[in-house]
């Protein structure tokens, strides 16, 4: 039986099936956090490098993710982080609209008061970031109040049709990089959610986070025609 060494090549970190999650871990995360650009090429040779571990375990890690989406593996391209066509991007925001709304309707009659407590919290801190150069700390509190909403809803079956969505790599692809600030009503609009939550209030929660979405899908650099009504500016959701 080997121990911190996955056959004899270097993976370290306790047993083989550890260490593989924990690589697809860590690979996903960079992923998800715009590390590599679309329809960037991943290599064994580097990732191997990169993640300290073996081409087995790359493989393994390069495998579920393919099945999951995050890249696609085509002969004489390899394997390649996801990029998205407008269709799909737009297909992806508007599944995420639906399935967002109904967790918001959901968490509006079962968060508790601790629940509430957190998501006003983080509220208030992303109005600290709502600044010239606050985009990705912004970025980071707002994946932080939609987790938020979506463990207080208790809702497993939308929870998983929601995270299987790949919709933080469609906003990675199609936000506005010369923006350096938060997209100005995204604070408002997440309060909106969140008075709808503290007031159980079912089809406010659902509403406010479909207008919410709505309007993050229109601040997306989409080429798509948004109503004379629809705020405009960089993406932040």
Not at 55 to 84: D, H
């Amino acid at each position: 039986m080997l121990s911190g060494v996955e056959n004899g090549r270097g993976d370290t970190t306790g047993s083989g099936g550890n260490r593989t999650s924990q690589a697809y871990q860590e690979l996903r995360g960079l992923i998800l956090s715009g590390h590599y650009e679309p329809d960037s090429r991943l290599t064994e040779s580097e990732l191997t490098t990169q993640l300290q571990v073996s081409r087995p375990t790359i493989r393994s890690v390069l495998a579920r993710l393919t099945q999951e989406g995050y890249v696609t593996a085509e002969a004489n391209r390899g394997v390649r982080t996801r990029s998205f066509s407008v269709d799909e991007a737009v297909e992806i925001l508007e599944s995420r609209a639906v399935l967002e709304s109904a967790l918001a309707a959901k968490a509006a009659e079962r968060a508790t008061d601790a629940e509430i407590a957190e998501m006003k919290q983080t509220c208030e801190r992303m109005w600290d970031w709502q600044v010239p150069g606050g985009r990705e700390e912004y970025w980071n509190l707002n994946r932080t109040f939609h987790e938020q909403v979506k463990r207080s809803a208790r809702q497993a079956t939308l929870t998983r049709f929601v995270d299987s969505l790949l919709y933080p790599l469609v906003f990675r692809q199609y936000r506005d990089e010369a923006s350096v600030a938060p997209r100005p009503e995204s604070v408002q609009e997440h309060e909106a959610i969140l008075a709808a939550i503290v007031t159980h209030n079912p089809e406010a929660a659902g509403a406010a986070m479909r207008h919410h979405l709505s309007a993050v899908r229109r601040a997306l650099q989409l080429n798509i025609t948004a109503p004379d009504d629809a705020p405009s500016g960089p993406l932040s959701c």
